[in-house]
Nanobody, 124 residues
Framework: QVQLVETGGRLAQAGGSLSLSCAASGRIFSLYAMGWFRQAPGKEREFVATMDWSASITLYADSVKGRFTISRDNAKRTYLQMNSLKPEDTAVYYC??????????????????WGQGTQVTVSS
């Protein structure tokens, strides 16, 4: 099994920055693609960013492209750097990991492990 724990969510001002971290433990050698998703109140969970197993290919949702950056410094920790924050970025952010897919994955169903989420609130 794999456990994922997100940290870094908090209240931020519009135009500001936040850095989210996702720490993995357990059978981390089995992990391939990593992703970040978010869910705003009353809305469905949506894709934010993904990175392939080699950490060399990334994909972003159009709504965050150019503002957010996904990165990984080792098999244990993945990050989401969030710049130029907007009120519409307010959501619970979830880290996800896949043990089946090496490439980037946009669909939530392609991920096997999820964190508990961290709240990001952006005030105008």
């Amino acid at each position: 099994q794999v456990q994922l724990v997100e940290t870094g969510g908090r209240l931020a001002q519009a135009g500001g920055s936040l850095s989210l971290s996702c720490a993995a433990s357990g059978r981390i050698f089995s992990l391939y693609a990593m992703g970040w998703f978010r869910q705003a109140p009353g809305k469905e969970r949506e894709f934010v960013a993904t990175m392939d197993w080699s950490a060399s290919i990334t994909l972003y949702a159009d709504s965050v492209k150019g503002r957010f950056t996904i990165s990984r410094d080792n098999a244990k920790r993945t990050y989401l750097q969030m710049n130029s924050l907007k009120p519409e970025d307010t959501a619970v952010y979830y880290c996800a990991a896949s043990s089946r897919n090496r490439g980037t994955s946009v669909g939530a169903q392609r991920y096997d492990y999820w964190g508990q989420g961290t709240q990001v609130t952006v005030s105008s």
